[in-house]
């Protein structure tokens, strides 16, 4: 079972690694890592590298695709190389997922189109422009052979899924043992609905360096 996870330049890593840890477990399964190039590439907050060990077109029709989310999708979104490879791989996968803003470039390539769907709670609202039902509370949307997650966690819940629809849901929850994944997060919250006002407000000193960024390396780019 050949599995593609894309990476690109700002990406958020915890969406391709959290799906990976729980998929690597599977007996059967091949990882791969695809992107534009071999080589590293920089993630979201340009301190930490991952490694792309084939390109695109050496994994054209994986029967996985697992596409993460993070800034710089926006710019896969609107990169026909990416949305080509993206299209022409869905034809071919028994399962097509996303994590987080991933399922931007899923919508770009066509996927979504009359699908339930959801992603990172800052971006559902843009799903619909890609003809896709916009789903807010839940971490996980499958549809037909589509799934999609929420923000970055969710990708691990949406990995443990994917593992069972692969194998079977005791191969899961073995999966699932081993990363002692039994979340009980120290503080309440995590969503919209349950983070005080008083943690919103803390939410642009973190985000605006990374939309800072990104729109410097767009203008270099241009």
């Known amino acids: 079972m050949q599995i593609a996870i894309p990476l690109y330049a700002d990406m958020t890593a915890l969406d391709a690694i959290g799906p990976y840890e729980a998929l690597n477990r599977i007996p059967g ?6 992107g534009e190039a071999r080589g590293e590439i920089r993630t979201d907050t ?8 084939a390109t695109l077109e050496e994994l054209p029709r994986p029967d996985v695709l697992v596409v993460p989310g993070g800034i710089g999708s926006r710019r896969l979104a609107k990169d026909e190389r990416w949305i080509s ?3 022409e791989a869905h034809a071919h996968t028994t399962w097509t997922t996303s994590v987080c803003t991933g399922a931007l470039l899923l919508g770009a390539a066509g996927v979504l189109q009359g699908r339930r769907a959801t992603t990172h ?34 990708g691990i819940d949406m990995g443990l899924m994917l593992a069972a629809h692969l194998a079977d849901e005791d191969a899961a929850r073995a999966a699932q043992l081993m990363m002692e994944y039994a979340p009980e997060p120290p503080f309440e919250g995590g969503t919209l609905a349950t983070t005080p006002q008083s ?4 939410l642009p000193t973190m985000l605006v360096p990374l939309e800072e960024e990104f729109a410097r390396e767009q203008s270099l780019t241009a």
């Open 29 to 34: 399964t091949e990882i791969t890592f695809v």
């Open 199 to 202: 943690a919103l407000e803390k």
């Open 121 to 154: 709670w800052s971006s559902v609202p843009v799903l619909e422009g890609y003809g896709a039902t916009p789903v807010a509370d839940e971490r996980v949307v499958i549809d037909g052979n589509v799934i999609t997650a929420a923000g970055v966690s969710a």
């Open 46 to 53: 340009g301190r930490l590298g991952l490694i792309v060990d």
């Open 85 to 87: 490879w993206a299209r």
